[in-house]
């Protein structure tokens, strides 16, 4: 079955950067779209990042754009956040995401249906 798996979240300092992984196993790496979505305490989830494995169309919320970047490894089905210039506002649960079949829109969570657990991302002022 299919299972993604997030590691990378800890604390940082506003400006400071942090790199999320999702280790995606079960799950055909090259198709579809996988997508990072985060859920700060007491908001809905939000889309952040996508990309679309086949030809690697990224797609970015206007929130992230210019400080995010998302890539996968298709060797090491794994895909990756590296965030940059964060902020506390950028302080939340961060989830991995997949779907094999959806055509958008990238970053709305309907459009997905393989979850990670989800690590946690805190960013200090």
């Known amino acids: 079955h299919v299972q993604l798996v997030e590691s990378g979240g800890g604390s940082v300092q506003a400006g400071g950067s942090l790199g999320l992984f999702c280790a995606a196993s079960?799950?055909?790496?090259?198709?579809?779209?996988m997508a990072w979505f985060r859920q700060a305490s007491g908001k809905e989830r939000e889309g952040g990042a996508a990309?679309?494995?086949?030809?690697?169309?990224?797609y970015y919320a206007d929130s992230v754009k210019g400080r995010f970047t998302i890539s996968r490894d298709n060797a090491k089905t794994t895909l990756y956040l590296q965030m940059n210039d964060l902020k506390p506002e950028d302080t939340a649960t961060y989830y991995c995401?997949?779907?094999?079949?959806?055509?958008?829109?990238?970053?709305?969570?309907?459009?997905?249906?393989?979850w990670g657990q989800g690590t946690q991302v805190t960013v200090s002022s």
């Open positions: 995401a997949a779907d094999l079949v959806t055509d958008g829109p990238f970053l709305n969570e309907t459009e997905y249906y393989y």
């Open positions: 990309i679309y494995t086949g030809p690697g169309t990224t």
């Open positions: 079960g799950y055909t790496f090259n198709s579809g779209c």
